[in-house]
């Protein structure tokens, strides 16, 4: 399909991840109208038009039609939820039945992510090194088999849990009683009717992004996300509380390594299976001592990840996305600063758990007017023109400079500009990023 000289685009999820997207798509020439499904994202309304139907997976009928109607060229799906439940399948079609684009899988690929025993299954399949993993239904099953066993395992909800649902326990006892949360007491809902009792393994982590567009693959800079509430990697795991990119924990050979038996297999594998993957792939890597080995897979851009990817791409956002969505990867050179960008994320107090919303926001403006600095909304809302916290991670911080120190002071130095009571923010994101000599 050939893109038109203005590209009319409907976002969808609301997000400091969107927000990103939303930021990097409005810098584009051919941007014509940019509409938005989360208009209650502070960050998103400012540079978004809203939509007047309703946004629901019961009824996305009515944004067809409204896709139909505004001459919508490119639909953008962020988050995880509507690529699982199928809205890539549906917004693909006009009413009239003739293809639109959509950037973001169909219901069978995002299944890599939605449900980690088919992703193990999946894994297997084309060899592609990972923890070794067995799935279980029954509680009674799983404790017997980790009741024999003298090492740690690793205790994941095969379903989507928010990015909560994997329990490192100190011992299996702790894991059995993780086992009971989940399956017994549906601790995450139908997510954890299912546990998968994984191997634990050892090293540092890092997140490949590649874009896929049916045939070819494109490997973006790597980032390295920071999972735990707590500095020093301490505390429960969260959906993310910063990161950097690019992370030069992986050197060159590595990222060739990972390309030729992980994301090159997995391409295979979905082609073999007539999964037309049109999006992002997220492999979560760990560095162990036998090599990089694939922890999840995720269907969509990270969340932190996306900010600092997005605050140092310099080519178009929309010629990406679409020559993604279009599988025209192999006419794209993508460019990237050569700047280093740090993103911290500031959350609300009791996240992630309980997070305590509503306390006056001050500061953004401050930050944002500083050079090489972006904020983006994520729990955030307005109300009469001040912002309100509204969220568990109320905001992504972004700073480049020209080494990771520099990144990492000017987003520090941004972040110290904003208050909110009981902001929590960790105060090493970055801080020994190993960098190539
Ligand atoms: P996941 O959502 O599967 O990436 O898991 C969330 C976090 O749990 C990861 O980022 C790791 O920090 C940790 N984790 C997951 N799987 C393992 C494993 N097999 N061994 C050690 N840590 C793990
Ligand atoms: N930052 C981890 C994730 O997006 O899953």
Request: charged share 25%.
């Amino acid at each position: 399909m050939k893109m038109p000289t203005k590209v009319n685009v409907l976002l969808i999820g609301g997000g400091a991840r969107e927000h990103a997207l939303a930021v990097g798509i409005s810098r584009s020439n051919h941007l014509g109208k940019l509409f938005a499904t989360d208009m209650g994202n502070p960050g998103i309304a400012e540079i978004a038009d809203p939509i007047d139907v309703p946004v629901l997976g019961k009824e996305l009928y009515r944004l067809v039609q409204f896709c139909d109607r505004e001459s919508i060229d490119l639909i953008v799906i962020g988050p995880e939820d509507p690529l699982a439940d199928g809205w890539a399948d549906t917004l693909s079609k006009r009413a009239d039945g003739s293809p639109r684009l959509v950037f973001g899988p169909g219901a069978k690929g995002a299944q890599l992510e939605a449900d980690k025993g088919y992703a193990k299954q999946m894994m297997k399949a084309a060899s592609i090194p990972t923890a070794e993993g067995r799935v279980f239904s029954h509680y009674e099953h799983a404790e017997e088999y980790l009741k024999t066993r003298d090492e740690i395992f690793v205790i994941k909800a095969t379903g989507l849990a928010k990015g909560k649902g994997v329990i490192v326990p100190k011992t299996n006892e702790d894991g059995i009683k993780a086992v009971h949360e989940m399956i017994e007491k549906r601790a995450f809902g139908d997510a954890g009717k299912q546990v998968l009792l994984e191997e634990k393994l050892n090293g540092t982590e890092v997140s490949v992004l590649a874009l896929l567009d049916g045939h070819n693959i494109l490997v973006l800079p790597p980032c390295q996300d920071h999972k735990r509430l707590s500095d020093g990697d301490a505390g429960p795991n969260t959906g993310g509380m910063g990161a950097f990119c690019p992370a030069e924990t992986i050197d060159d050979r590595t990222m060739q390594q990972i390309e030729s038996e992980v994301l090159v297999p997995i391409a295979d594998v979905l082609r073999r299976d007539e999964i037309d993957f049109k999006g992002v792939l997220y492999a979560g890597i760990m560095l162990t001592p036998a090599g990089p080995k694939v922890l999840e897979f995720n269907v969509r851009f990270g969340d932190p990840e996306c900010q600092p990817l997005i605050t140092r791409l310099e080519s178009d956002l929309i010629e990406l996305l679409w020559a993604t969505a279009s599988g025209n990867l192999d006419n794209v050179d993508v460019k990237f600063s050569t700047k280093y960008s740090v993103c911290l994320v500031l959350a609300s107090k009791g996240y992630p758990e309980s997070p305590e919303t509503g306390f006056d926001i001050t500061g953004i403006e401050d930050a944002q007017e500083m050079d090489d600095v972006e904020v983006f909304h994520a729990g955030t809302k307005s109300i009469n023109g001040n912002f309100v916290t509204a969220g568990g991670r109320v905001l992504s911080v972004c700073g480049l400079g020209d080494t990771m120190e520099l990144a990492r002071e000017r987003a520090y130095e941004a972040a110290s500009k904003i208050h909110f009571e009981g902001m929590q923010l960790r105060s090493d994101i970055a801080l020994n990023a190993p960098v190539h000599s």
